[in-house]
């Protein structure tokens, strides 16, 4: 049998392992766009219950348990992530209520997990972390039979975990042509390993550079404020939810808004955090303490803060200023919340009526709880979402049961393109579920074309390519190499512009320059002006040189 404690040090460890091993596994990526980012979001995702579990000290499994759960509901990033969160999700719901749990208690955790985590994808593909789960879990129940130690089982779902690893490339043939296995699936084995390596020896790996990660994301944001700030105080604290206590947090919420603004306040079963500006932060706190016990408290003086950081704050530039969510009541009917990297992609979401634009996108995905937060900061009683990306998609799903006074529809949108396509079909006549429908059915019918560079050494389709070669993917499947980004987009253009193409939008990037762009877009022009509407945006996104929308 083990308790909390163990458990909870054991999660520490298994975070410090894939923390450790983490460029390892995103240089796994068998695909050559710089999208290499399974073992970042893994790790995130997990070190976000390690931050969260570092001020525990109890000694009741389940409670640590349902600790890990929430925080990495919160921090899950990228499709990577969000499974590994669902699958200690099962855990959670497993060995709730449990003081101390055994290895039989721990097999059948994992198995609620990994039920939910083949429910959540779509389309199930083995060779993939889900097969490394479900083996494990299978080898655990087994183990558990036979003797239902800790160590003994732990130690079985372990070895098995890299024996699932070692056949994902006789699963996936794409993995077996590289000669990898699978990152999602190694990333977990890494998770494994790290909790085995406490069960067994007692000593948590050591992570010196672990990322400073907290289940807290809210910011300050007073070098922001004019020098007029009416309240004082940012007060920032979580309260950690007391079953017994039926008190509704909605009115935590409008007992805030009349001690101060920018009030914020997100609850599921588990917490309340909250967010507020007062000139009474003790007042705000014992308010909190009638729902439940404080879980952490921050309190910043805004003004002295101003003071300080205004100066700061104007050297700094817009590329190293994070989006900053203030709670926004729902009162009107429809909103539109949109996940997009670049200040140009930024301003277009926006003047296609998105209120608020989350930043990231491709290498860069962005946590349930950042769109949570746009969310919230969007008035409207129906939110629609559009990730733009498709290792987006899981994580905005999870934010829908972590929002509750107003109703979020996932519009699962793939690439930028799709996203503006999908809000241009927007109608404020029909429901919500109606337009999600027509949305995507419009997104469908947009072509994307994509010109970016190699990050590794690869080969696809026949062809050899080398780490900074220029490449072109139609639709998400890569079909031309060339010497140049302008070279590559035209040869993209020539396979995707059809006969009934009516509007051609491309966009470019940060890393061209607006020569290039001029000289991309007349030859667009030349080729294809005479058939189809032809417009150039400055979309100043990473990753990506030029992104090219065929309607």
């Known amino acids: 049998m083990i308790n909390g404690e163990i458990l909870k040090n054991a999660v520490i460890s298994g975070a410090h392992n894939i923390s450790v091993q983490k460029n390892h596994i995103n240089d796994l990526n068998i695909f050559p766009v710089p999208d290499g980012d399974t073992g970042t979001n893994m790790s995130m995702t997990i070190m976000a219950a390690a931050k969260a579990l570092e001020d525990y000290e109890g000694t009741n499994a389940g409670e640590v348990a349902k600790i890990v ?57 083995e060779g993939t972390i889900l097969t490394v789960a479900r083996m494990a879990y299978e080898a655990g129940l087994e183990a558990s039979r036979e003797d239902p130690g800790v160590l003994h089982v732990w130690q079985a779902i372990t070895d098995k975990a890299n024996e699932a690893l070692a056949i994902t490339p006789e699963l996936l043939p794409v993995l077996k042509k590289a000669g990898v296995v699978d990152a999602g699936g190694k990333g977990l084995c890494s998770i494994f390993e790290g909790m085995l390596a406490f069960i067994r020896d007692g000593e948590v790996i050591e992570y010196d550079e672990a990322p400073s990660l907290t289940i807290d994301t809210f910011e300050s944001a007073a070098a922001e404020f004019d020098d007029d700030i009416e309240f004082t105080y940012c007060t920032e604290f979580i309260v950690g939810r007391d079953p017994e206590i039926a008190t509704d947090p909605d009115e935590l919420r409008t007992f805030l808004q009349g001690i101060g603004d920018c009030v914020v306040v997100v609850n599921d079963e588990e917490i309340i955090k909250v967010h507020v500006h ?15 016990q404080l879980l ?15 100066e700061g704050a104007k050297k700094k530039s817009k590329k190293e200023k994070k989006p900053k969510f203030e709670f926004a009541e729902p009162d009107e009917d429809f909103g539109f919340v949109a996940v997009a ?112 560079f190699a990050a590794r050494n690869s080969e696809f389709g026949g062809k050899k390519i080398k780490e900074g ?45 607006e020569a290039d762009a001029n000289k991309a877009y007349d030859e667009l022009k030349d080729r294809f002006g005479s058939r189809a509407d032809i417009s150039l945006v400055k979309g100043d996104q990473p990753v990506y040189y030029f992104i090219l929308s065929i309607e």
Not at 96 to 112: F, T
Not at 278 to 292: I, S
Not at 296 to 310: G, I, L, R, W, Y
Not at 498 to 513: C, N, P, Q
Request: hydrophobic share 40%.
């Open 69 to 125: 759960a929430s925080s990495m509901l919160r921090g899950a990033r990228g499709n990577s992530g969000v499974i590994t969160s669902i699958l200690f999700r099962g855990f959670a719901q497993g060995l709730k209520d449990m003081e101390e749990v055994n290895g039989k208690n721990i097999a059948a955790a994992l198995g609620i997990g990994v039920d939910a985590a083949y429910k959540a994808v779509m389309k199930p593909t």
């Open 278 to 292: 007062t000139e009474t932060p003790g007042v705000a706190l014992t308010k909190g303490l009638e729902f439940g």
């Open 296 to 310: 952490t408290v921050k309190v910043e003086n805004m003004k002295e803060q101003h003071k300080n950081a205004k």
């Open 341 to 452: 990297a670049g200040d140009g992609l930024t301003t277009l979401f926006k003047d296609l009526g998105c209120t608020n634009v989350v930043s990231g996108g491709q290498s860069m995905n962005p946590s349930t709880d950042d769109i949570t937060e746009a969310v919230l900061a969007t008035p409207a009683k129906t939110v629609f979402v559009l990730p733009n990306n498709k290792n987006i998609i899981l994580a905005a799903e999870q934010t829908v049961p972590l929002v509750t006074d107003r109703k979020v529809v996932i519009v699962p949108t793939r690439t930028i393109p799709q996203g503006m396509t999908a809000l241009l079909n927007f109608d404020p006549e029909i429901s919500a579920e109606s337009n999600a429908q027509l949305m995507m059915d419009a997104a469908h019918g947009v072509g994307t074309g994509l010109v970016t």
């Open 469 to 513: 070669d220029i490449i072109a993917l139609e639709n998400g499947k890569l079909t031309i190499t060339e010497k140049s980004p302008v070279k590559a987009l035209v040869k993209l253009a020539k396979n995707m512009v059809k006969r009934d193409t009516a509007f051609i939008t491309l966009i470019y990037g940060e890393d061209v320059e």
